[in-house]
């Protein structure tokens, strides 16, 4: 094979280092391991980087991806860890950053008439890693109804709710959690949880179960928190929660991170 010149590997001379230097949005085809199946098809955006030590002019980008074609395309929190591993070996780097960020999907019935639909979710994979250690964050976004009690308390007829975004993370202390159970977590601290197919009955049932179960974006996060606490396995977490409001100009928002005794 031909000699060629590597501009990759000519020394720098401005004297800075790099804190991440990679490749961003590649999308990437996965099986995803799931309870109910044990794998399902999707598709990733997957960002990877390295550090890069002020005295190499560039990184191997080529790398990453032979990296991650290496690992195959079943992936579950175990798998993944090994990325950047192999990346801070393959790249000589001192730390590695990788995120998969993709759909998730979960078949719901419909909570009356038992009619099935596909719920999606956005699932993300984010570890950080060094030669000496390793940090994985699962991040899940759940879509939510919130109905106000402010306005159930005030109002003779009815109360504004709304669609709201929990965006929930956390680190686990021992065993991973099935992401479908971090989904369950929230969904069970809302007003309502969302279906994708809803008959008469079943918006009947939804509509009164948001009415009896009221909640503030601060009630929200509390929920979810409190539930973190008493989940075993979770050693810390972050969960935001955002109201797209019905009544008003502006999102309501609130957060909680803390490190958990679970």
Known sequence: MENLTDIQNQTD??????DRVGVKNLRYPLRIRDKANSEQGTV??????????????GTHMSRFV???NSHGPVL???SISGLPA???????AQRAHVEFRFPFFLEKPAPVTGKKGMMDYEVIFDVDASREEQDLVVTVLVPVTTLCPCSKAISARGAHNQRGIVTYAVKFSGEPIWIEDLIRLVERCASCELYSILKRPDEKH??????DNPVFVEDLV?????????????????????NFESIHN????AVIEKESGG
Not at 206 to 211: G, I, S
Not at 231 to 236: D, E, L, M, N, V
């Open 44 to 57: 990733a955006t997957i960002s990877m980087a390295v550090d890069l030590p002020k005295e190499y002019k």
């Open 86 to 92: 192999e990346l801070l070996t393959r790249l000589d």
């Open 76 to 78: 579950d929190v175990h």
């Open 250 to 253: 502006h999102n309501a928002y």
């Open 66 to 68: 032979e990296a991650l």
């Open 206 to 211: 939804v509509t009164e179960v948001a009415y």
């Open 222 to 242: 509390r929920n979810v928190a409190a539930a973190s606490d008493a989940q075993a396995g979770i050693a810390w977490y972050k969960v935001e929660a955002e």
């Open 13 to 18: 001379s401005r004297n800075l280092a790099i």
